[in-house]
């Protein structure tokens, strides 16, 4: 399945640079380190985040897989540094009900998308409409490209897949800005549990126990977002009242459809009189965010 560490070597100094390319004006980046042992507490995550769909017959759909997008990630997930750590109140994002389901497709596990994988989900009676891991992608985007990460502010992502794995997101990692790429390391990390940046020894992405309340600060305030909220709020003004002292913390869908439903929450609102995708949300509530603490 995955190659072990140092195989291909020049291939990936190959890949390394075409990476690299996209990513111009950041520092050089460490690389990551493959294999990890799972942790014992969250051993049965990798069960619950693989389908239990028969392998079928699955025909010419991936040209690609995202197992060999794996491969790619050898070179490394590099790490962004930012300004600060000083203990200026900060915030956290949740992203809850994301799809990010690994499947065996033919001969190799997969992460299931609505597009590639079209035949192999009508096969297994599963709606295309379940499958949209572009949006977690997306959003994890918007929140680690902001100021406001940038500046430091923000504290950690956690992103709850629809299976219910929990895992956290370390806010100086720098995701893949290729959805091929992003979905091999999703597959990697729902598979292997971890992902660790070499000679850091630091959890770059891990799958942690659930709830994730467990990791959110006590005095925080939960505010959930949902275009079918009553209480439609202008997100600069609603900050203004809820953000000065404490750790505030977004909870945000990352699916197509339906509405979040965590006991955590403590405010539900509406950003928007318009449903908007959840990029466009964390877009929005970051902007807030540097005007009200002044990051330009
Ligand atoms: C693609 S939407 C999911 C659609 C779902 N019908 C809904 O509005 O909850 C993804 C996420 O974006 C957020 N969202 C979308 N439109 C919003 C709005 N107008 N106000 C607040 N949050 C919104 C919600 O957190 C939602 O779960």
């Known amino acids: 399945m995955v ?3 140092g195989i291909k070597v020049n291939k990936r100094k190959e890949r390394q640079e075409r990476y690299d390319k996209e990513e111009d004006e950041e520092e050089e980046q460490p690389k990551l380190e493959k294999k990890q042992k799972p942790e014992k507490s969250v051993k049965k995550a990798k069960r619950e985040s693989t389908s239990k769909a028969e392998e079928d017959n699955e025909d ?5 897989t995202s197992e060999e997008a794996a491969d790619d990630l050898d070179v490394g997930i590099p790490i962004v540094l930012s300004d600060n750590k000083k203990e200026k109140p900060g915030v956290i994002f949740v992203l809850e009900k994301a799809s990010l389901e690994v499947a065996k497709v033919g001969k190799t596990y997969q992460l299931l998308n609505s597009d590639d994988h ?11 409409a379940d499958y949209r891991p572009d949006i977690t992608h997306q959003a994890l985007l918007m929140i680690l490209d902001s100021p406001v990460n940038k500046a430091g502010r923000l504290k950690a992502v956690y992103v709850r897949t629809e ?9 100086h990692v720098r995701i893949p800005r290729t959805y091929k790429r992003f979905a091999g390391i999703i597959l990697q990390l729902l598979q ?6 070499v000679g850091r020894r630091e959890k770059l992405l891990r799958v942690i126990k659930n709830p994730v309340t467990l990791y959110l600060p006590a005095n925080s305030m939960k505010i959930g977002f949902s275009h079918s909220s009553e209480k439609l709020v202008n997100m600069q003004k609603h900050l203004a009242t809820v953000c000065n002292d404490s750790d505030t913390v977004f909870v945000l869908g990352a699916m197509a ?5 965590c006991d955590y929450i403590e405010d539900f609102v509406a950003i928007s009189g318009y449903p908007l995708s959840a990029a466009y949300c964390i877009s929005r509530i970051c902007e807030a965010l540097s005007t009200n603490w002044n990051i330009l």
């Open 257 to 261: 459809h339906g509405k979040i439903d």
């Open 163 to 171: 299976q219910g794995v929990l895992f956290e997101v370390k806010p």
């Open 60 to 64: 010419n759909e991936e040209k690609e």
């Open 3 to 5: 190659r072990p560490y």
């Open 118 to 128: 079209a035949n192999f989900l009508k096969k297994n009676n599963r709606n295309p």
């Open 192 to 197: 292997k549990l971890s992902i660790t940046a």
